[in-house]
Each structure stands twice: as structure tokens, then as C-alpha cells.
């Protein structure tokens, strides 16, 4: 099967050896370059930075507040903790 593909390949190629070179039309090369340089947008490098600050300042605010839920979290298992030791103290039953 795979030598079924490979030959066919090959009879494939043989048989443009003859076929002439395929030529672009004169003017397209300079069709091209006008079409890509009507569409290019040149991003200026104050918008990059005001960009770059933006997201850098978006970074911080996350790692602040991902920081600041979880001393949140450990606050309020430590009051629980507290909480519940006072509890056991104040009514003095051990087993309940």
C-alpha cells in the first residue's frame, strides 16, 4: 500500500518535468506591497506602555487581593479555633 503511494508520487512528479515554470503576473509583487502597507497599523510606543502599565497594575491588584483572602482565611479559622476553646472554658463540660 505504501509502495502503491510512493510510486504514484514519483509518476506524478515525472510527469511535470516537462511542464514550463508558472510566472506571476508583472505587477503583483507591487499590488502586494500597496495592499500591506494601506493595511498596516503602527501601534506607537506611549499606547504599548500605557498597555503594558495597565495590565502590570491589573497583576498587582490580583496578588493583592488573592493575598489578602487568604490572611482572611487564616484570621477566621484562628477565631473559630479561639472561639471554640473559650466555649469549652466558660461552661467547664470537657465531654460535650
Not at 2 to 30: I, V
Amino acid at each position: 500500500m505504501n509502495n502503491n503511494k510512493e510510486e504514484q508520487l514519483n509518476n506524478l512528479l515525472y510527469s511535470m518535468k516537462g511542464a514550463p515554470k508558472a510566472k506571476p503576473p508583472t505587477q503583483l509583487f507591487s499590488k502586494i506591497e500597496q495592499e500591506l502597507a494601506s493595511q498596516s497599523k503602527v501601534i506607537q510606543l506611549k499606547q504599548l506602555s500605557i498597555v503594558a502599565a495597565a495590565l502590570v497594575g491589573l497583576l498587582i491588584l490580583n496578588l493583592w487581593t488573592i493575598q489578602a483572602l487568604q490572611q482572611n482565611r487564616q484570621l477566621s479559622t484562628q477565631k473559630q479555633s479561639n472561639n471554640s476553646n473559650i466555649s469549652l472554658m466558660s461552661n467547664y463540660k470537657i465531654y460535650q
